[in-house]
């Protein structure tokens, strides 16, 4: 093995660590599992080819024309995180590659790279405006971008360990971090400087999310926890002991009713958002689910998980409604576009795309 191969490999090791993957077989060793990832030996909870449907995949190739289907080769490494623009006629990616690769979805073709951060990038998070986009990264800072002309407007620094998450406030004002410094932090989304620091998570902060009226924010993470803090106060007010260990991403529903927990156990967990009582658990993904999305109704929740699929969900009677198959990997990030026609997905590992899904018809 070369240097840069044995590089590469201990770099995507610690991600992986991170992140807590489990093994799909339950006596290999978690250590061996994570080597033949980033070897590529296998691919995490499926076989590559195993799934296959119609999508819109997104790279920095020159395109291919299959059954239909546009399909770009050449992804970015490592892919971590999706978003659509509020216009929708826009995607961001980010990932491993410390870059953050900006989409038209007209014409499917790279608008720009941006490139400044030292590390990895977790999320991407476009504006209300659509006109700045935020970067979190493992480099413990997050930056806020120029979308029209690429440029670095600002540079947060102030969390003490990986910055997994970020979201603007729905008024564009401000924004908000999570960090493996077990805090979230609010900002000035143009000063940049810190405006309140929320501690009281026991572990690292895996997610989190701003109500519609921006006055609160869910946060969740690997201590098991869901916790809603007040803005205008800055103080916590609400704290959920849910059943599960580790929960790797938490939504808001438009509406403000719903909370949506990711978890690894496999399930998807829906909590009554003012009274933190559980309402709903969903369960048919075979391994750890990673992101979830609701549509703009908020009657219908997306979910990305390890076994390779994305799926759609009826929330009005708890079911499995569409079950998208084509990644040949663990599937990170998951988003609805802004008139939930569309969602765009990001795999991993040997399924490094975006694909986009047309979720008005069956696939």
Sequence with gaps: MSATTMLQVITKLRYWQRIRIRSPESNMDWRIMLLALSLGIFSAGCEEGENSSAGVVLSSQKPSDTHGCLTFTGPTSGLLSVAFSPNGELVAQAGMDKSVKIWKVAGQNEMRSLQGHAGSIFCVAFSPSGERLASASDDNTVKIWEVASGRELLTLEGHAEWVRYVAFSPDGQSLATASDDRTVKVWDASSGKATFTFTGHTAEVMSLAYSPDGNR???????????????????????VNTSTTYINDVAFSPDGKWLALACMDDVILLWDANSGEKALTLTGHRSAVMDVSFSPDSKQLASASQDCTVRVWDLANGQEAIELLGHTAMVMSVTFSPDGKRLASGGMAKDENVKLWNVTQPP
């Design 217 to 239: 924010i869910a946060s969740t993470g690997s201590d098991g926890t869901l916790r809603v803090w007040n803005v205008l106060h800055g103080d916590e007010a609400l704290t």
